[in-house]
């Protein structure tokens, strides 16, 4: 999974204001805010999964080993589940 390169699925799209982003799906709108919304951009089909984590560790560098990788990896399974994020 360290390999993949997750990106917005087809027919995903970005849209809102640059302060209330949202990604607008077939099946709805999800507004995206935070930490969330850094690692969706981050998922432009141009970075690996180990990329992303790697940039958000660099970020985030007082977080436990570890808890970059593993919520990075939870928050892109549901978005994958929902036909968010395909990899």
């Known amino acids: 999974m360290d390999r993949s390169v997750p990106k917005l699925a087809e027919g995903c799209r970005w849209s809102g204001t640059t302060e209330a982003p949202v990604v607008i799906s077939p099946e709805g709108t999800v507004r995206v805010e935070g930490t969330g919304r850094i690692i969706l951009e981050l998922c432009d089909g141009h970075f ?3 990329e992303i984590v790697q940039k958000l560790e660099t970020q985030f ?3 436990p080993k570890g808890k970059v990788r593993a919520e990075v990896r939870v928050f892109l399974e549901q978005l994958h589940a929902e036909r968010i994020v395909e990899y």
Request: charged share 0%; proline share 0%.
């Open 48 to 50: 690996s999964l180990a």
């Open 61 to 63: 560098m007082l977080a």
